[in-house]
């Protein structure tokens, strides 16, 4: 009896290898994806890990934090302009911390050609849209606190200036400034120029609530530059936390982790990272935020000092 030997697959036989196909391939490339977005992550930590250290270096030197904007060898040499040696952002203070000890050269002083350079070291890999742009900027700072009087003058901000001004009356104080006091963050304006006010520094030492409990750095999309060619406000170079109280429900939920934010005096915390973002502590250690953490308890892992917001009513403890 002759065999019938086939060199063939069946079209049955071949939707079944093309099904099988699809499903292993179904399987792999969530999981590749998965993987190089860890990978990403964990780099973007490592970036983190770096500038935190090179603050952490200031701090030792200095004896305080840097401002998130700052005047450097007295101040008025122009005004608040890319060619002053006010209006320098907290990166650019980092330079010689983080070994480009030849843009601070160029930087510190008073020239209108300041090289603005692609910086790895200030962009998160996940951030691609930042990837070798000059100036571009990922991480921010803990600011506190908005600086309402110099942001904007948009409805909501005086709406929002108008309320602490209420609570903070309500608690034997006139004139309240947020940016006068160092109990709502860690960096400040130190540019005397922007605030009217002198600089309002802190240390390791007067942080309160502890090192460990404070975040230093983390991460804002809508982060703008560290170069300064304008007025550097907080929103460009920082994070900022909104007053809870009972007398208040005005806190927008644009302001929550990796909310879609609407407004630049709503800066908060975001990244491409799936639900959450990174984030450095004052003393050095890193740590994944949830973005489904509760809003107060976030805003008292910025607070430097719980007491004091307790004490001016912008917190519901």
Not at 35 to 45: I, K, Q, V
Not at 76 to 101: Q, Y
Not at 249 to 265: D, F
Request: proline share 4%; net charge neutral.
């Amino acid at each position: 009896m002759a065999r019938n030997n086939r060199t063939a697959f069946t079209l049955v036989e071949l939707l079944v290898v093309i099904v099988i196909i699809g499903m292993l391939v179904a399987l792999v490339v969530p999981a590749v994806i998965s993987a190089r977005e860890s990978a990403r992550r964990a780099s973007c930590l490592n970036r983190m890990d770096q500038l935190s250290k090179a603050i952490l270096q200031y701090e030792g030197n200095k004896g305080h934090l840097p401002g998130y904007v700052n005047q450097f060898g007295g101040g008025s040499l122009g005004g608040n302009s890319v060619a002053s040696n006010n209006n320098l952002s907290w990166v650019v203070l980092l330079f010689e911390n983080i070994g480009r000890a030849d843009l601070w050269k160029e930087w510190r002083v008073n020239k209108p050609d300041r090289p603005v350079v692609a910086l790895s070291e200030t962009v998160c890999p996940s951030d691609l849209d930042k990837r070798n742009v000059a100036g571009a900027l990922s991480y921010v700072v803990n600011c506190g606190i908005s600086d309402y009087n110099l942001e904007d003058g948009s409805a909501d901000v005086q709406t929002y200036r108008n309320h602490i001004q209420t609570v903070t009356s309500a608690m034997g104080v006139s004139n309240f400034d947020p940016y006068k006091k160092n109990h709502w963050g860690l960096f400040f304006c130190n540019d005397s120029n922007i605030s009217g006010s002198p600089p309002v520094t802190i240390s390791l030492d007067q942080i309160s609530d502890g090192a460990q409990q404070t975040i230093m750095l983390s991460e804002n999309l809508n982060a703008t530059s560290w170069t300064g060619s304008s007025t550097v406000r907080q929103t460009d170079v920082g994070i900022v936390w909104w007053s809870s109280t009972p007398s208040w429900t005005g806190v927008p939920t644009e302001v929550e982790i990796n909310a879609v934010s609407s407004g630049r005096y709503r800066a908060r915390p975001s990244s491409h990272h799936p639900g959450g973002v990174n984030a450095v502590f004052a003393d050095g250690h890193a740590e994944f935020i949830s973005d489904r953490v509760d809003y107060v308890e976030f805003c008292r892992k910025m607070i430097s000092n719980d007491a004091e917001a307790k004490k001016y009513g912008l917190l519901s403890f």
